[in-house]
Each structure stands twice: as structure tokens, then as C-alpha cells.
């Protein structure tokens, strides 16, 4: 099992629609998960940070994170073109090593 | 402020050759990671560094080696180049010795083994 499972997609949502990214990990002692955007021939930046259960909301991006569950996701409204890229789940390990997804490529269709 | 700059940007090897390439990090921040990125593999951790010393590694050959200086400046050196090196070799920076602290990401030095 890897340590951190992202489906690789592409996902593909119309303009306006919830796009929904999840990531489930292995590491029960993870302590801060992330997600990272990045834009084809960009590097990654950060959108989100997420270190407690329930839900973070930042603008147009929810961040829900189950511990119990082990999986973190990203919602997405009102979804644009512009958010068509790949979205990195990212996470601290117990160790404090980052263990990195291989990434969700989203596609928003106008 | 300026922004985490790598360099060079794109270069062109053959295989048995050796490359270095340089990070300079966001001015105060001690703390300086490297990635390999392909297309097959995804984003992986190569090492960090805070203050000069190596905090953790990750699961590449011996012929990946890094350091970083004291002005936190850090370089990487890949020697006896394959063709699989070939990649995005991307470097972040953060200011907290936490490695829960953001990433803040270069450019990138796309490297190109022949």
C-alpha cells in the first residue's frame, strides 16, 4: 500500500460544478496535510493547510480532513477553467518527513 | 521579497557526465528540500537540509548528493548520469524547522540526459 493514495485522473468536471479531490494515507501519526496546486510546466504552490478534523474553508476551497478515516480532501466551487491543473496531497509524516500523492489532474470544462 | 531561484533552468547532459545544480532560498529561510519530478514517478523527495546538515533523505542512489552552505544557499550534484535522471529537479525553501511549515517552490532545472 502506498503511503498516500491520490486517484491520478484526469478528473473531469464542467464549469461551475464541485470538483472533489481526496487522498487517503496510511501514516495514522500524520500530523499537517497540505495541498498544492501546479499548473502544467509550473511549480507547485501552496492552496491549503489542514492539521485538525473537520473542514477548512478558504474562498472557493473546502479542505476536510478525517483522522478516524485516515483521508483528506479538497473541494472545489464554483469550479473555473483556471483551476484546471494537478493537485498535490502532501502530508507530515511521524516521523516529520513530508510524504508526497502523485497527484490529481483536474479538468474543468467551459 | 524575492522568490526561491534555481538555476540553471534547463540543461542538456550525456550519460557518464556529472551536474550541479543550485538553490538559493527565500531570503531567512534555513530550510532547503529537493524533488525529482517525472511524468511517471510523480514529485519525489530527494533531501533536506536545515542549517548545513542533512535532516532526512530519501530513497535515491548514492550518486545523488547535496549541501547546503551557511548563507543556506544549497546545491545538488548527480554524477555518472543515466537516462533516467532525466527530470524536473525542483527546490523549496521554508522558514520552520517544522517540515509542517509551507513549501515555497523554485522554478525548477530541467535536466535532459542524452
Known amino acids: 500500500q502506498k503511503e498516500v493514495e491520490q486517484n491520478s485522473g484526469p478528473l473531469s468536471v464542467p464549469e461551475g460544478a464541485i470538483a472533489s479531490l481526496n487522498c487517503t494515507y496510511s501514516d495514522r501519526g500524520s500530523q499537517s496535510f497540505f495541498w498544492y496546486r501546479q499548473y502544467s510546466g509550473k511549480s507547485p504552490e501552496l492552496i491549503m493547510s489542514i492539521y485538525s478534523n473537520g473542514d477548512k474553508e478558504d474562498g472557493r476551497f473546502t479542505a476536510q480532513l478525517n483522522k478516524a478515516s485516515q483521508y483528506v480532501s479538497l473541494l472545489i466551487r464554483d469550479s473555473q477553467p483556471s483551476d484546471s491543473a494537478t493537485y498535490l496531497c502532501i502530508l507530515s509524516g511521524n516521523t516529520g518527513k513530508l510524504i508526497f500523492g502523485q497527484g490529481t489532474t483536474l479538468q474543468v470544462k467551459p | 521579497k524575492a522568490g526561491v531561484t534555481q538555476t540553471p533552468r534547463y540543461l542538456i547532459k550525456t550519460r557518464g557526465q556529472q551536474v550541479t545544480l543550485s538553490c538559493s532560498p527565500i531570503?531567512?529561510?534555513?530550510?532547503v528540500s529537493w524533488y525529482q519530478q517525472t511524468p511517471g514517478q510523480g514529485l519525489q523527495f530527494l533531501f533536506e537540509y536545515f542549517s548545513e546538515t542533512q535532516r532526512n533523505k530519501g530513497n535515491f542512489p548514492g550518486r545523488f548528493s547535496g549541501r547546503q552552505f551557511s548563507n543556506s544557499r544549497s546545491e545538488m550534484n548527480v554524477s555518472t548520469l543515466e537516462l533516467g535522471d532525466s527530470a524536473l529537479y525542483l527546490c523549496a525553501s521554508s522558514f520552520s524547522r517544522d517540515v509542517g511549515g509551507e513549501l515555497f517552490f523554485g522554478e525548477g532545472s530541467r535536466l535532459t540526459v542524452l
Open positions: 531570503s531567512g529561510h534555513r530550510s
